[in-house]
């Protein structure tokens, strides 16, 4: 029997950690993997919570996530390729020509 | 029981360690391969969970494609090398790593402290929850109005991914 | 027969569709006959009006005098009701006869004065755009509205001031004037808003009756009441220009004359006592609000009239006895007596505007010549203009029976009879420097010798400026017979005619008794001192040397005599006039109003800029600083919520 | 369960609205040399959507099995939309300058994100609302970059993006633990556990990531770092959009989850809620003072109008709700009129974006002069414009709810904004012209803000117009 918490603060701890990695990494496709692992963290939860209430809706929001996850990324990269033609860099700290 | 039990901290360790050498490998490819394996962790735990449809989905989708779609990129662009993105450690670091531990400690209060929630035990119905459907049944009808919406949002993505990335500015 | 009060809403349409019709198709116009015109005709119209409307009034029962016209429902927010809708009783059709009439002519006057001005139509919208939010501040009905008219005016002395943009003024450009106005105006405003809303909650009304006749009910020194009152009257400081906030006043001397003549005399600034008139209810009930406002009035009155003893700039003078009038308005509220503070709005209105525009005549023959220091000898060259700035500067010295005697008395009457000492000595110390620096300027002005440039060419102003200045001149003159005492003999028909206004809030006063033996002594001393004044200004700045050479040529015995009257006047330059000169010239103006109010106002606005150019460095562009400053506020969020 | 005629008539502006994006993909795909007509189909589409949100405007129902409202408030942000899309195609005509070929894209995606934003407007579900969210994110990350030739567009759709993408994760978080707690997402299945979720700690959590989630759309302090560098960088149309669509239905969704069904009646929520609010409304209007770039300064100014909105949710009575829905309309119509100005003085990409270059604007092309300092003398608060009378409304319900320290510092802080707002009209008509550029306005572009100022006035002077109708959607 693993209680409800071990797998919400496993989910927790895989958050606070994609948010270390979006704090502290510079490149903006590795920032952008973290941000992934935040997301994945958060559908851990909703199917923990779906299995635990046994009720589907939280596994069916797990599929939008994913959806929007997937529609995100495409857009995600193709900024990030867009950008990449224009600067070279994928640098977060070398983007900042809008500042002040 | 104690297969459930060593399966989960095994995931758990798994998991995690992915997830750190997600944050702290240098090379973005070795973050993304990790990543995958952090993805396929995640899946494990959806099957302890009882859900089935979602894990295989999640595989398919999120390491088999989002993933995918990751490394392709990364090649694309050539960011293999290192050297180009050195990235220093200084004070921010560790204003972040405080902060983010701050976070976690918050979130653990929370929910070891603060909530008691007395739910030790799956649900019965969750194995039947999981399959793909009775999943179906409910997306086709009590979701049916998101699931179309979820079409509208790929749309928006492919023209804004294919007018962002194509190559020549007019055709 | 059919009420003029149903037409009331004509009084503020017609300078409203002047303002539509100037302002939208002035441009295409190319006439400035009729720009003018129209303009002109808007506020004459409504000054028609008003006339038949107040006609009307004073042949209708006291009690039926009062009515109010809603026109339509503004806003409704849950319980409250506001209405467009106006209140005509006597205090409001006073003020805008006052308004209409001395603003139509004002405007005649503009249109000789604004004459080959490139923005001529934009100059007469604005105008209107001034008189119609006027018009609306003093006939709501309801604070709100008024608030309206309050903004307004606000708004339109900030595109006034800032008119001609392309001059500079004082080291600096007129629309830093402007702005300095519209922003020293919204923290008198911040004051109001903030009372509006404590009326609301503690009302639930904003309609003028009914928040009076609840208030009325409240016991006397109400804490609630108190700060309504306060924040109301921090408005009025803010709109009529008084201590702190009085730094815009001077400085919207930037705009042209018939401008500084509009906001200086009939519009803008009587706002703020007109708001104390109109609130005197709540006022009367919180005594320490009303020693508040005599105090910063007498402050205000003192002040302001030491300052102007040093200027030399014709319009600054002007603006800075403006200043102390005004605080002589707020002395009057001050100490429970409104109706006399409007008395002295109305005389006031008449001999301000009377010099405002006998100065934009001077200012004009003399091509923008604004030093009095460099003019002397015009009274030969400019004889009415002279002629009529001679009555207005008798009548704001108070001398009888010109109408600033009748209602500067008055108030010092009242403060004598309030209990304080000291009021009436600061009123009497101020109406003395008043009488003085006024003669300053009109010796300086018109007499002894000519110190203006040869070329210039100095002749009468057109008919379209001088017809004003002679029937303000009239009105000057005669304006304060309608309000000559009961102990003149007189049967003071102005206080009689407002008493229904202030009955609530002459109620609450003690009863004053009837000292007809210190009347006449107080009002002997206060005409005494003015006229000292008067003399000692003219003995002062008539050094004619031409006189003096005849003299001595004609007396050659004299001489001796001569020499020594001198001694005695440079006895007094140094021993009476230089202290207080340099007083007023390095303490109170440089240092107090330049350096520390003006300093402060400007400094607040320049340090929240430079704090501001300083925060702003966090934001640094990097994506990493932004994600971090969103995540510290996660973090703190849930530690509230923990905790 | 399944699906009624009813519920697609309920629906009919969002079909309509999708439905003409989706036309236009396929005209885009068979007619190669169309252009021209996009912007009209998509305004004729929008109008259409609007007539059927005013035929459903009546009564409030529920479709989709309880998915989405639509009616009443619901019909009210569809309008609304509508019109701000409307605006936004009348005014795009500077789109042609920056890729010619994209125009048909461009209106695809605005229409796009029209959807998602009456989505949000109108969703009864947290997924719902969290996908209408997505939808207008993605269609503003794609719409922020597509000047894509200009490193500055690239900057503000990356930091758009993973900024974006980042608050997702909380807010996705936050419904989480909402679900995890009532096992609903349904908003009306969640009001009618009130008030007993309100003493699970985790329940209150998840309201307030969801709130995070939120108020980083919406531009609260201190989740507002990327408004001014997202505003500067993106197109301007596109950044009007942004910050009147985009600010609107982030708040319409925070009314939605917020006050309509629950009523914010947690004291820890409010708290937290009038901080943000405090916060803001300082930031807003203290940092806009440095701005020299007119896109930042808005920028500032729309945070800074975020924290009077959030004004109304703090005094969290029907008066604030109200408040908000017309203070929306208001603020909304103001800010795309005067980014309208600021595209039309903009004469190519990140040309003329200066304060300076509004020198003599008013000789040089006085009807952009005069709408722009309508504008800003609404958004100031100048009576008898709209601006001031929404202002009220939500500071008179602040008081109603005994709160006048937060009414203090809203006009304290409102004054400091003067300095700025004043900046521009004083650049306008008290400063010379620098140079001779005629700006030539299209007709659309002149319908567009004529309608919009007309609209400011009108709703300053008769408010009842648009009060009347705020009114039905909460009983006293």
Known sequence: MIPIQYYLLFAGFLFSVGLVGVLIRRNAIVVFMCIEIMLNSVNLTFVTFSAYLGDATGQIVVFFVMTVAAAEAAVGLAIIISLFRNKQTLNINEINLLKW | MALEQIIFWSLILVAGFSAIMVVVSRSPITSALYLILNLFCLGGFYLTLNAQFIAIVHIIVYAGAIMVLFLFVIMLLNLGDESKLRERIDWKTYISISISVAFFVELYYILMIQTPIPVTKLHVNSAEVGTVEYLGKVLYTQFIFPFELTSILLIAAIIGAIILAKKKFTI | MVSMYQFIGLIPLFPLIGFLINGLLGSKIKSEKIIGSISVLAVSLSFLVSTFIFFEMINLPTEERLKIVTLFSWINVGSINVDISYQIDQLSILMTLIITGVGSLIHIYATGYMHGDSGYWRFFAYLNLFIFTMLNLVLADNFLLMFLGWEGVGLCSYLLIGFWYDRDFENSTTSVAAKKAFIVNRIGDFGFLIAMFLIVQEFGSLQFLSVFSQASVIPSGDKILTAITLLLFLGATGKSAQIPLFVWLPDAMAGPTPVSALIHAATMVTAGVYLLARSSTMFILAPITMDVVAVIGICTAVFAGTIALVQNDIKKILAYSTLSQLGFMFLACGVGAFSVGVFHLMTHAFFKALLFLGAGAIIHSLHHEQNIQKMGGLKKYLPKTAATFFIAAFAISGIPPLSGFFSKDEILWKAFSSGSIWLWLFGIIGACLTAFYIFRLVTLVFNGEERFDEDLHPKEVPSAMTIPLIILAVLSAIGGLIGIPHFLGGSNKFEEFLEPIFKRANYQLPIAHDEIFMEYLLMSISVALAVGGILFARHLYLKDNSIAEKISKKYNYGYKLLFNKYFVDEFYDKVVVNPIKNFSDSVLWKKLDVKIIDEFINASGRITEYLSSLFVKIQTGVTDTYVLIFVMGVVLILLRMII | ?476
């Open chain 4, 1 to 476: 369960m399944i699906p009624t005629l009813q519920d697609y008539l309920n629906i009919a502006p969002i079909l309509v609205v999708s439905s003409v994006a989706l036309l236009e993909v396929v005209i885009k795909i068979l007619f190669k040399n169309s252009k021209k007509w996009f912007s009209y189909i998509s305004i004729s589409g929008l109008l259409v959507a609007i007539y059927f949100a005013v035929y459903n405007f009546g009564a409030i129902s529920l479709s989709f099995n309880d998915m989405l409202f639509s009616g009443g408030f619901a019909s009210f942000f569809e309008i609304l939309f509508c019109i701000i899309g409307i605006l936004t195609i009348l005014q795009s005509e500077s789109v042609n300058k920056i890729d010619e070929f994209n125009t048909a894209e461009y209106q695809i995606l605005i229409l796009f994100s029209i959807v998602g934003m009456m989505i949000m407007g109108s969703g009864a579900d947290l997924i719902t609302i969290f996908l209408g969210l997505e939808l207008m994110s993605i269609c503003f990350y794609i719409l922020a970059g597509f000047a894509r030739k200009h490193v500055a567009a690239n900057e503000a759709s990356l930091k758009y993006f993973l900024l974006g993408a980042f608050a997702t994760g909380f807010l996705l978080y936050g419904i989480a633990l909402i679900y995890g707690t009532t096992g609903t997402t349904n908003i009306l299945a969640i009001a009618r556990q009130y008030p007993m979720i309100f003493s699970i700690p985790l329940h209150v959590i998840g309201f307030i990531l969801l709130l995070i989630g939120f108020a980083f759309k919406v531009a609260l302090v201190p989740f507002h770092m990327w408004v001014p560098d997202v505003y500067e960088g993106s197109m301007t149309n596109v950044t009007g959009l942004m910050a009147s669509g985009g600010k609107a239905s982030a708040f319409a969704a925070f009314l939605l989850t917020f006050s309509i069904p629950l009523g914010v009646k947690n004291m820890e929520l409010i708290q937290i809620i009038s901080w943000l609010a405090v916060a803001t409304m300082f930031v807003g209007n203290i940092f806009g003072l440095a701005q020299r770039n007119i896109k930042r300064m808005l920028g500032y100014s729309s945070i800074a109008h975020a924290g009077y909105l959030l004004v109304g949710l703090v005094s969290s009575n029907s008066l604030g709700n109200q408040g908000i829905l017309f203070y929306l309309v208001i603020y909304s119509v103001t800010t795309i009129c005067a980014f309208g100005v600021v595209s039309f003085v903009e004469d190519e990409y990140g040309k003329n974006l200066n304060i300076e270059d509004y020198s003599g604007l008013s000789v040089s092309n006085p009807f952009l002069a005069a709408v722009m300092s309508l504008c800003m003398f609404s958004l100031i608060g100048i009576p008898p414009l709209a601006g001031f009378v929404g202002k009220y409304y939500l500071f008179a319900s602040a008081v109603q709810s005994n709160l006048i320290w937060i009414v203090v510092i809203g006009i304290l802080t409102s004054i400091i904004s003067l300095y700025y707002y004043l900046r521009i009209i004083v650049f306008m008509y008290f400063k010379e012209p620098k140079t001779e550029n005629k700006i030539i306005l299209s007709t659309e572009s002149k319908i567009s803000l004529i309608f919009s100022s007309v609209l400011i006035l009108l709703l300053g002077i008769y408010p009842s117009l648009l009060l009347s109708v705020v009114e039905k959607f909460f009983k006293l």
